[in-house]
């Protein structure tokens, strides 16, 4: 059952993204993608709302980023 979210962004809108939730200074690499690679990744949810009485996503891509940048920040404060 694909419990991912259907709202659609490309790779480098989430690499953009990332880069601008952490402030990195990193820069965005091209190379060529893998011949398997899907040209869309957009799920089918209609299973898992179906199963799960209506269950879709509700935290946003940004949100979700937010709460996984702060986590990892955490761990690793923790370490130090």
């Known amino acids: 059952m694909n419990i991912g979210n259907p709202g659609e962004f490309s790779m480098l809108e989430l690499a ?16 060529p993608l893998p011949q398997d690679d899907p040209r869309q990744r957009k799920p089918d949810i209609s299973l898992a709302f179906e199963k799960l009485a ?4 509700t935290v946003s891509l940004e949100e979700g980023l937010k709460k996984t940048i702060a986590y990892f ?8």
């Open 16 to 31: 953009q993204a990332v880069i601008r939730l952490t402030g990195s200074n990193s820069r965005i690499v091209y190379e």
């Open 54 to 57: 209506g269950w879709q996503p």
């Open 73 to 80: 920040d955490e761990l690793l404060t923790k370490e130090n």
